[in-house]
Every structure is written in C-alpha cells, then in structure tokens.
C-alpha cells in the first residue's frame, strides 16, 4: 500500500502539462518593475557609460534593450506567455526522471504492475516533452522578430528624436543673441527718443519686437525641455532627470561611398518586416501562391523605390552639408574680423550684435545642414536593416 502511495504522488505531476497549457492560452499580461543588470557579456566599460548621467547617441541601442519602457514591457509580456510552457517543460523532465526512479525501484522489489505504469507513463511524458520542446522553440522563434522590430523601431525613434533635439538647440544661441539684439535696439531707440530723434511709435515698435523675441525664445526653451523629457523617458530616465545630452557626432561622409541601392536591395528585402510576415503567410493552392509571390514582387518594387529615393535624399543632404560648411567658413572669417573691430571700439554695441546674427544664422544652417545629413544616411541604413515606411 505504501508503494502505491509513493507511486499516486510522483504520477500525478503527470498532469501538470494539461493545466499548464489551459493556463498558457488564459494567462493576462502583467507588468513589471524594471532592474536592468548586466549582462554577462557586456563589457563593464560599456556598462559603466550607460549608468552615468550623460546619454551618448551610440548608447542609444543599448539604452532602448535595457531601459526603454515600451521595449520591456514587450519582452515582459512574450516572456508572460512563454514561461508557463517553459514551466510545463520543466515539469515533464520530472515527471520523466520521477516515474523512471519509481521504475527502478519498483524493479528491484519486484513489483512489476507499478514498474509498468511508471515505465509507461515515463514514456508517454517523453513524447509529450518532445512536442512540447518542439512548441516552445517554435514560439521563442516567432517572437524573436517581434521583439527585434520593436528594438530597432524604437531605437530608430530615439535617434530621430535626439537629432530633433539637436536641431532646436542649434537655434538657441541665435535665439538668446536675437533677444539681446531687440533690447539693445529698444535702448538705442530710448536713447534717441530723449534727443527728438526718435518718436513714441518707435519705441514701442521696438518694444514690440523685443516681446516677440523674448516669446520665441521662451517657445525654444519649451520645446527643448520637452524634447529632453521624451529623451529621458524613452532611455530610462525620469522625465524630471537632467542628463546632460550628448552631441550627434559629425556625419561620417565615408560610409556614403559603401552605398549602393542596387546591391543593398538584397539585404533590405531579406530584412523588412513586412516581407518577412508575408513570406510566412499560408501559400497553399496555385491562387493563394501567386497572389503571396505578386505581393512579394510588388512589396520588392516599392522597396527599390524607396531605397534610391533615400540615396539621392543622402546625396542632396551631403552637397547642402559641403556648401553650408564652405558659407560657415565664410562667414567665420568675416565674424573674427568684426570681433576685433568691437575689442579695438570700431564697432558698436549694436552693429555687433547684428553682425554675431548674421554669423549665427550661417552657423545654424551649418549646424541643421550635418543634422540632416546624418538622419538621411540613418534612415537609408535602417531601410538596409528592415525599418522603413513603404506607404
């Protein structure tokens, strides 16, 4: 009687997979608190920069794996639904290593009904682990382009939205000299205003100009502070965080010349989402197959499109970053020698700041020219890696 009861406990773990696979199919996502560690392979250089209070572009990717909310809140869900068939793996490896132990020993006492039903059921369990590994590979393959879109999307926005960071900040200093600028032309008019030289609807069109430029420059300030807190918020950060924001590195011209629309087309199509769910679709029967393989010629057509368009997008970007940089130069050379000209007081106050306006507004177009070179060449890169809009 005891060996029975010995027998019921181990042999009911049997039907544990049943419940586990009704609780696969009903299982609620949930969400988590996040506690990035590092990971065993990740240099602890590597890992030490991500925890500092500075955010580098190329952190950008790893900021999104480790930090980015909706990221995890993809895997943490995937990892919800797998873990119950993981669990049901586990448990079919005891049930099999269990009922094998109770068959032994059943065998050395001689009991041959109780060594049946375990050899038995140790046999059954190793069929169903086999189907059950099989499940569960097939599932950690299908989720894995999921999370790998989700990642390289949102490390795509973050980019983006640094770069758009950027190109208001290359605004700001104009901006503050604007305002300077306004206040020094409103002291001047006030001042020939005291000799008659100046009437009453001068000043306040003065004053005028003085508000808007001061509401501009608050405008600027606004975007920016809330450009940094979507940055904070997409790379792990609080949105009451200051880390201090990293420059975008100067466009690296180089990486124009390995462009090529006509051999990167292979790559791009083996590598866009889109392709890859449509290639999975079910093409069985002659009229569900050529409709799958003209969907795939059409999708490879537009792909080609967009992928030259964003050739010559990096092509015009990188003549405007040559000519912006040449007029820069230009313009540097002029702003040196009006600099001297105010240290020596050959220069007034005034006609200063209008000339350091002047200067800032080609540095400005300079500065937005690199920007946009650098987000056309990322954006041709990331259609070569899947992640383009084909609409």
């Known amino acids: ?16 997979p049943l419940l586990l696979t009704l609780i696969l199919t ?23 920069r991500l925890q500092d209070n500075q955010l580098e572009y190329d952190e950008i990717e790893n900021l999104v794996e480790y930090y980015n909310p909706t990221y995890l809140q993809t895997v943490a869900n995937i990892e919800v639904n797998l873990q119950p068939m993981r669990e049901a793996v586990d448990e079919l490896h005891g049930v099999i290593r269990d009922n094998n132990a109770t068959a032994r020993e059943a065998r050395e006492e001689g009991d041959i009904v109780n060594q049946m039903i375990a050899e038995g059921t140790a046999k059954g369990a190793k069929t169903a682990l086999k189907m059950f590994e099989r499940s569960l590979g097939s599932a950690e393959g299908s989720t894995r382009p999921t999370k790998n879109m989700v990642r390289k999307q949102l490390t795509n926005g973050v980019q983006q939205l640094m770069i758009g960071y950027h190109q208001a900040a290359a605004s700001q200093e104009l901006c503050n000299v604007g305002v300077e600028l306004a206040q020094a032309a409103l002291e001047a008019v006030q ?15 003065a004053r005028k100009a003085l ?18 807190q979507q940055l904070c918020i997409m790379t792990g950060w609080s949105y009451t965080d200051a880390p201090e924001i990293g420059e975008i590195p100067s466009p690296d011209v180089t990486r124009i010349d390995a462009m090529n629309p006509s051999a990167d087309i292979t790559m791009a199509f083996g590598s866009n989402y889109d392709v890859i769910a449509l290639r999975a679709t079910s093409g069985k029967g002659d009229v569900n197959r050529n409709r799958k393989f003209r969907s795939l010629d059409e999708l490879e057509a537009k792909l080609k499109t967009k992928l030259e368009a964003l050739y010559q997008t990096v092509l015009q970007s990188r003549a405007a970053y040559d000519a912006a940089n040449t007029a820069l130069e230009s313009a540097r050379l002029t702003m ?31 500065d937005n020219a690199a920007l ?20």
């Open 26 to 48: 009903a299982f609620p996502a949930v969400s988590c608190v996040w506690a990035a560690e590092k990971p065993a392979d990740m240099d602890e250089a590597v890992w030490a």
């Open 336 to 366: 040196e020698g009006n600099e001297r000209k105010y240290q020596m007081g050959m220069l007034g106050r005034l006609e200063y700041l209008q000339a350091k306006t002047a200067y800032l507004q080609q540095k400005m177009a300079a």
């Open 1 to 16: 009687m005891r060996k029975n009861d010995r027998y019921d406990r181990k042999a009911c773990r049997s039907f544990m």
């Open 372 to 391: 946009a070179l650098t987000q056309a060449m990322e954006a041709y890169d990331w259609a070569v890696k899947g992640i383009v809009d084909l609409e």
């Open 191 to 205: 001042t020939q205003q005291t000799v008659g030289m100046a009437t009453d609807g001068d000043v306040q069109s």
């Open 211 to 228: 508000l808007s430029a001061q509401s501009q420059q608050q405008t600027l300030n606004d975007t920016l502070n809330m450009l940094r």
